[in-house]
């Protein structure tokens, strides 16, 4: 009875000592692991520096929800390309291409990916066509639409120039020039690398690989 | 030859046989010009697709294209990479005008009947100098 005491004392402290070992190793493992910083090495798109932030972009996808670049986009190696569905040559090759690369590579590196297609022509690309044409190429392919004033705030961010519309044949037969590049952000949301128009799918299927791997 | 061998060998033969033949583009003469590496990308929707070819001028003088079109499309126009529409396309006397992809294109809107790879699309082109000409450009899935 008179060394109970001391003995349940004892066993106290111990238990509060493991009590807050354990609770200092949770709180160390749940801690964000310090973010490793991106090695865009060895790339076929050229680098950008600084890299790019992934811009602020509130727009509605294809199936009428409101998508929110930055918070859907979380964690994945993100591509994202400006064009029009009228677009008859930068923009099916660009997609065309991406989704040609995508097709070589493993389900482990695909679901890491997420490609997304921003219209500047909102007025002729509806969800229906924009979805449509998407599907041609690839239908896990995030298709988004806004408000002009939204794409040119985006466009701003990114620091690309801004879209222009030409004048075809009539007022319904315009083209709109817009960039032809895609960025492609790694999972710390930055774009590091940047695609102009002519990279082979082979380098596509490269680089893909080495942004999910080194994200 | 082992019999699985054979089969492989016929399934082969059998798959590409059912595969429509892509004829290839043969270079085009017409006056002092020649027109080659012409191909056409297949329309995803019928609002439009892009044609693409190469036109060497051999004379000693320039020559333009005043006109093009295509009967399956309603509007047939050229276009810099900046999507911005060229009134002329002037092939410079010893020189050469290149169409291709990212680059100068022919854009073609409005298809009746989109043409699908492995197709000829004909376009027709009326220069200046040379007169009419009338390419059947061999249709390719893009990507490919």
Known sequence: MFFARPSRIDRLARLALRT???????????????????????????????????????????????????????????????????????????????????????????????????????????????????????????????????????????????????????????????????????????????????????????????????? | MTRSRCAAITAVLLLGGCRKPVPPFASVVVGDLRIDHGFAFEPITAASGAAYFRIHNNGTVPDTVLEASSPTARSASFHGSSMAQLDVLEIPPGGEVELKPGATHLMLTNFGNPPRAGDSLPVTLKFARAGVVTLQLPVRRYGQ
């Not at chain 1, 032809?180 to 082979?200: E, K, M, Q």
Request: charged fraction near 20%; hydrophobic fraction near 40%; glycine fraction near 6%.
């Open chain 1, 20 to 215: 807050v070992s354990l609770a200092l190793a949770l709180a160390l493992a749940c801690r964000p692991a310090a973010p490793k910083p991106f090695n865009p090495d060895g790339l076929s798109g050229p680098q950008i520096v600084p890299p790019l932030p992934k811009p602020e972009l509130v727009l509605t996808s294809t199936d009428g929800r409101q998508f929110d670049l930055k918070k859907e986009t979380e964690g994945y190696v993100t591509l994202l390309f400006f064009g029009y569905t009228n677009c008859p040559d930068v923009c099916p090759v660009h997609m065309a291409n991406i989704a040609g690369a995508m097709k070589r590579l493993g389900p482990e590196i695909t679901n890491r990916i997420k490609v997304v297609f921003v219209t500047v022509d909102p007025a002729r690309d509806t969800p229906e066509v924009m979805r449509t044409w998407l599907d041609h190429f690839d239908p896990s392919f995030i298709g988004l639409r806004g408000d002009s004033a939204s794409i040119a705030s985006a466009f701003t961010q990114l620091r690309l120039g801004q879209t222009v519309h030409e004048p075809g044949a009539d007022t319904t037969s315009y083209t709109v020039g817009h960039a032809a590049i895609v960025l492609a952000f790694s999972t710390d949301n930055l774009a590091h690398v940047v695609y102009p128009f002519g990279i082979r799918q082979a380098d596509w299927s490269k680089d893909l690989t080495l942004l999910v791997k080194r994200s």
